[in-house]
């Protein structure tokens, strides 16, 4: 088996996806995984540069070979552009691309067209939790207890600032990019005095903001599930301890770059069977009922209650260090080629033609166009 491992792409969060990347190739065997590097233009690269963390740095793509995604028959290529007939057949891929282009459900759209494995969720499932305003509405339908929120739109909002004094929620807020990831965008309104620029600030990652009350007393906790509907593990819980206004870029990501005091994490959390128990419970059924595949991280706030934050389609690193001494990372990766085939198989029992009599017969064209 040969395994494309599909990551970068033309989003905020690439150089995250890079790391991910580099984090996760080390678990599979060398000789069945071939990185598969998407530039900010959405274009293919392959070479064995790639797996240097040095490369990044300075990114040189003459010393890659660009490629595409061909099909022939039921075979899938990478085919080297500018070469003769040089072309590398891939059985499986595995998206770790973060937020648009990648996490969105595009590349599963790309990879749906191919006929060609993939591991972690369905398109359709990406897409809708991709964007936190669509998440919101399939936890209003399946009852998850959610922040209290409201989407605003920047067509809308910029053309008459004051409509933001209209919002119902009391501030302060914490206003989010609707399809962003990694913290990125993500502003506290306390007051009015700053709220116009806090708020056209978080537009230039996106067209659609949610806009939220910010909690008091907050605890975070992260949980990953790993399988398919037919089989869940459960990672264990994490929290996550700061004493700012949110979990920031920074706090992920900086390291000793961060002025600020980081965020600290817990894992696994100090708590009561009782509230273990509730975010388990909540996050396995919502992996069943949002019909989640592969990793899916899970993170909840706790204030007077349990809520759910957001979902993760396609957590940093496959939320690996969450599964530690519960399941190993080649584990894991075992399981996530299983599920993968399955979702696979089950597609393409699906009948896809039928013996149609449309063009056995003549028609009156103009009456079609009627």
């Known amino acids: 088996m040969k395994i494309a491992l599909i990551y970068g ?22 000789d069945e995984v071939i990185l598969v590097y998407t530039s900010k233009e959405n274009r293919f690269y392959i070479g064995e540069c790639l797996r240097d963390f040095d ?32 072309k590398i057949m891939i059985d499986m891929a595995f998206p770790l691309m973060h937020g648009v282009s990648g996490e969105d459900g595009s590349i599963q759209g790309l990879l749906e067209l191919l006929d060609l494995p993939y591991a972690q969720s369905s398109l359709a499932t990406c897409a809708i939790f991709m964007d936190k305003d669509l998440m919101r509405r399939m936890f209003q339908v399946f009852q998850v207890p959610h922040n209290e929120g409201v989407v605003i739109h920047k067509d809308m909002i910029l053309n008459n600032l004051s ?21 990125i965008g993500i502003n506290c309104v306390y007051d009015d005095e700053r709220m116009d ?12 903001l949610i806009v939220e009350k910010k909690l008091e007393n907050v605890r975070e906790f992260n949980i990953a599930v790993i399988g398919n509907e037919h089989e869940q ?34 894992c696994p959390a100090d708590l009561d069977k009782t509230l273990i128990q509730e975010i388990q419970e909540l996050a396995k059924k919502s992996f ?12 909840f706030l706790y204030s007077d209650h349990l809520m759910m ?6 957590p940093g690193s496959y939320s690996v260090y969450l599964f530690k001494g519960i399941i190993t990372p080649h584990e894991m990766i075992e399981i996530m080629k299983r599920c993968a085939k399955e979702k696979y198989l089950k597609k393409m ?16 064209v103009n009456l079609l166009k009627k």
């Open 9 to 30: 792409g033309s989003s905020t969060e690439h150089e995250i996806s890079i790391l991910s990347a580099l984090q996760m190739i080390k678990y599979f065997k060398e």
């Open 55 to 86: 490369f990044y740095a300075n990114v040189n793509l003459r010393l890659c070979k660009e490629v595409t995604f061909e099909k022939n028959y039921q075979d899938v290529y990478l085919k080297v552009k500018r070469a003769w007939n040089q």
């Open 163 to 183: 409509l933001l004094k209209e919002v119902p929620i009391d501030k302060p807020w914490i206003v989010k990019p609707a399809k962003g990831g990694s913290s």
């Open 197 to 208: 620029r806090l708020i056209c600030e978080s537009f230039a990652f996106d067209n659609k």
């Open 233 to 266: 593990i459960l990672s264990h819980i994490e929290e996550i301890h700061i004493d700012h206004d949110y979990y920031s870029y920074s706090d992920k990501y900086g390291g000793s770059l961060v002025k600020q005091k980081p965020a600290t994490r817990t």
């Open 288 to 299: 069943i009922d949002f019909e989640c595949s592969g990793v899916v991280r899970f993170d």
């Open 309 to 314: 934050n957001e979902i993760n389609i396609i």
């Open 349 to 364: 029992k699906e009948i896809r033609e039928i013996d149609s009599f449309i063009f056995k017969r003549k028609w009156d």
